[in-house]
């Protein structure tokens, strides 16, 4: 088993829709859960992070995290052709260190269509 | 301010060359990390370092060797390239709310 796994892409979905990103993870000892976006050619870069049990909002965006069922989701309200990316779930675990170790998934690609 | 800055952005190997792929973020971070990425693989660590003057290896760390020469700059370096290791190399240092990438370097190793 990965130790994260997002659900297999490509997703494509009407401009105005909500997208719906969705990871697993395996190791229960993770502190911190992030989501990246990623266009082609570019970096990876931040769009969210979230450490507590539950849904955080940041303008169209929303991550959950159940940490019983080890699972983080990422919506995207009101699709914009700009959303168009890969979307990548990343699970950080500090393994009792100050710095720690941040693993990937392997990423879902996102369409946005007019 | 630059973040992290990573060079070269592109490069072309043949099989058995070496060289070494350079980062440097001026963000004061101690934390700085190598990843590879391949198509469907999402991104996958090489080698990080906690702080200057130690490194550790991470999920694919055969063929790498890195250094990290001082707080800020930390090198990844390929003795004899291969073409399994053609692929898209990012740089990383951690700050408090996540990791900061730099651009990436492409490698080919034909």
């Known amino acids: 088993q990965k130790e994260v796994e997002q659900n297999s892409g490509p997703l494509s979905v009407p401009e105005g829709a909500i997208a719906s990103l969705n990871c697993t993870y395996s190791d229960r000892g993770s502190q911190s859960f992030f989501w990246y976006r990623q266009y082609s050619g570019k970096s990876p870069e931040l769009i969210m992070f979230i450490y507590s049990n539950g849904d955080k909002e940041d303008g169209r965006f929303t991550a959950q995290l159940n940490r019983a069922s080890q699972y983080i989701s990422l919506l995207i309200r009101d699709s914009k052709l700009s959303d168009s990316a890969t979307y990548l779930c990343?699970?950080?675990?500090?393994?009792?260190?100050?710095?720690?170790?941040?693993?990937f998934g392997q990423g879902t690609i996102l369409t946005v269509h007019p | 301010n630059a973040g992290v800055t990573q060079t070269p952005k592109f490069q072309v190997l043949k099989t058995g060359q070496s060289m070494t792929l350079q980062c440097a973020q001026d963000m004061n971070h101690n934390s700085m990390y190598w990843y590879r990425q391949d198509p469907g693989m999402g991104l996958r660590l090489i080698y990080y370092s906690a702080s200057e003057g130690t490194t550790d290896k991470g999920e694919v760390p055969n063929g790498y060797n890195v250094s990290r020469l001082n707080k800020r700059e930390f090198s990844l370096r390929l003795e004899s390239a291969a073409p399994s290791q053609t692929s898209v190399y990012f740089c990383?240092?951690?700050?408090?709310?996540?990791?900061?990438f730099g651009s990436g370097t492409r490698l080919t190793v034909v």
């Open positions: 990343a699970v950080h675990n500090a393994g009792g260190t100050s710095y720690g170790k941040l693993t």
């Open positions: 990383a240092s951690k700050q408090s709310g996540g990791y900061t």
